[in-house]
């Protein structure tokens, strides 16, 4: 069974997975959010890497960046809303218990850019 999208519950298809099979990323057919199974401070490098994997519209992304109670998809908790809203404004879902992390369409490229990389990883847990 493919995974159910965690905001706009259409069907995910994993686009990265890396050889030890530790981190996966997901893209969601509807709404083109990115989910990461895990995310942290440590996957950075990585990560910019991955900007590619974004291909969603942004003004689609921002629809559902609102939305709260958000349920993780690995561990079924609510996932918490990662913010800064000066000098730019960041806003993610991020699982307290497993790390995994929910980004919507346009957000990574956003966020891995010029003046909102630093914010973005100080989101992050350190392991
Ligand atoms: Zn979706
Ligand atoms: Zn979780």
């Known amino acids: 069974m493919p995974m159910q999208c965690p905001k ?47 291909t969603g519209d942004e003004s689609v992304g921002a629809e559902y960046d609102d939305m709260v109670y958000v349920e993780c998809p690995k561990c079924h908790g609510i996932m918490d809303q990662r913010m800064v809203e000066a000098p730019n404004r960041i806003r993610f879902e991020l699982c307290p218990s497993c790390y995994s992390s929910f980004l919507d369409a346009g957000e990574l490229r956003l966020y891995l850019s010029e003046g909102y990389r630093e914010e973005f990883e100080s989101l992050l847990p350190e392991l």
């Open 8 to 54: 706009c519950y259409g069907e995910m298809e994993t686009v990265s997975s890396d050889s030890t099979d530790s981190l996966h990323i997901d893209r969601c057919h509807q709404c083109q959010g990115l989910y990461f199974n895990q995310l942290t401070r440590a996957d950075m490098g990585m990560l910019s890497e991955q900007v590619s994997l974004d």
